[in-house]
């Protein structure tokens, strides 16, 4: 599934995160090592998408979300077949993304920027869903703090800085553990799941 097929439940959520120089569900795994995690957001959504076209040659589905934006989505062959689907049909929708940051002993860690993501079929009892997700991990220098503002600025060893919004992080009683130089991870990840059975045939 394209990584644009995200998008088109975004206008449901409010602005989290950070200002990433690509845009970036479940919180992925980290190294194995002790480190200090603050979450700093988590959304999720359930709505509706409505069915555009179903190609069964293509094996591919067209929808469009609440901003009325169409993607089409190939649906692995694993999945249950789209003779059940048609123009008009109104799926469910899950929608979730989530921001955390950890701080990372010295030399734990390889400064950059890691991405991971893909699509699969799943067939349970109670439906069948195609699932996509995505994540994004920056690891970087903490090289300034605005807590009045709620941002951290990371900077990464060719010397780009990344904004990271860090809401209410200045309420942790242990914020004071964060100090500029830190080494710091962020991870951003986003899960979408498509239900492929029709509303109205349950």
């Known amino acids: ?13 409010l602005p989290i995160g950070a200002a990433w120089s690509s845009p970036s569900l479940a919180i992925a795994d980290l190294p194995a090592v002790s480190v200090t995690a603050y979450g700093l957001e988590r959304q999720q959504v359930t709505t509706e998408t409505t069915i555009l ?4 040659i293509k094996n591919t589905i067209t929808i469009t979300g609440p901003d009325q934006h169409a993607e089409t989505v190939e649906v692995r062959a694993d ?36 991405y991971s993501g893909g ?21 970087a220098t903490l090289s300034a703090m605005d807590m009045a503002n709620g941002t951290v600025t990371l900077t990464g060893d060719d010397g780009y800085s990344r ?21 710091v991870s962020v991870t951003y990840v986003e899960e979408l799941a498509i239900s492929l059975d029709p509303k109205q045939a349950r």
């Not at 076209?53 to 069964?56: G, I, K, R």
């Not at 689907?85 to 890691?114: C, F, I």
């Open 1 to 13: 599934m394209k990584r644009t097929l995200i998008a088109l439940l975004c206008t449901a959520l």
């Open 53 to 56: 076209n179903v190609d069964p």
């Open 79 to 114: 999945a249950r077949k789209l003779d059940r689907l048609k123009p008009g049909d109104r799926v469910d929708t899950h929608y979730l993304r989530a921001v955390a940051l950890q701080v990372m002993p010295a030399n734990s860690a390889k400064p950059g920027v890691e």
């Open 119 to 139: 699509t699969e079929a799943t067939n349970e009892g109670n439906g069948s869903f195609i699932q996509t997700h995505y994540t994004e991990n920056v690891t």
């Open 163 to 183: 904004i990271v919004d860090v809401g209410n992080l200045h309420k942790r009683e242990d914020v004071s553990k964060l100090k500029v130089g830190d080494l």
